[in-house]
DNA sequence: GTTGAAACCGTACGGGC
DNA sequence: GCCCGTACGGTTTCAAC
């Protein structure tokens, strides 16, 4: 039996372009050339390919929530109050841009979902609002400092 | 009494170009330059103003996890075995590339860490060495699926 | 902040492996 | 198929205003 491509990256190059990119998604085509040792061309079409294939789903800027007035974040786990009907919380919750993360969990919640708001009054109001929003109990843990955060996701 | 800066946005020009490079860190200076209304100059020089403030902290590609071999993710919740020692498992925990963020919490545990593995194997092994490299317990919680994530923070 | 000129970069295309 | 080189238009950079 032929065994399944186990992940979408064909080779130690197309590695070693993400690795790159993760590090510095403003680096130019030249910069990741000399990183890989492959000509521009050949890196910028790998590149596409990536991108086109989901590899790659878009390029962050870093910016520092503090900075730019969100110096409170917390976890928020979730818990439909009525477990009989159809749940699309992510769904009603996903205009509320102080969430930054929503995701579906094993445990005694739902989901967990990770906020970003200007101070504990503002935290109170998007609890309600998202109790309201998606009929759910809530159970939030403040964070208190950040250590590290969205280091890049390496290839194996 | 003049009200101290909240934070370190100059104004709003300074927030559209970290909404516009948050939303596409690959952007260039002269599609910044259009979503704002000012020179390609005077977009770089602002740009570079924010990367030496610390209000933009780098770039990132954004990565899909299945592609790069790491399906697999948990929050990982951990209290030191003993509260009297100094205690300072981020660091101790840093060279673990597995982990992607590392969080002080409040509530029951002293800290919450996002992993990234392959399998629950691997989830099992890193659990291990996280206990051990920390002298923690540990409280997992297994992602199912991730709705969203990364979502750009957006200046107030 | 702006303009402008030189250096650099992104892109498409041709040819070779 | 993938890769490299070249050429052109767009971009970045920096000095002068």
Redesign the pocket.
Known sequence: MVPDTPDRLDDD?DAGIVRAVSHDARA???ELSAAVG?????V???LRKLETRGVITGYRALVDAESVGKPLAAFVEITPLDPGQPDNAPELLEHLAEIEACHSIAGDSAYMLLVRVASPRHLETLIRAIRSAASVNTHTTVVLQTFYENRPILPA
Chains 1, 2 share one sequence.
């Open positions: 190059i130019t085509l030249a492959l000509s521009v061309s050949a910028q079409a790998r």
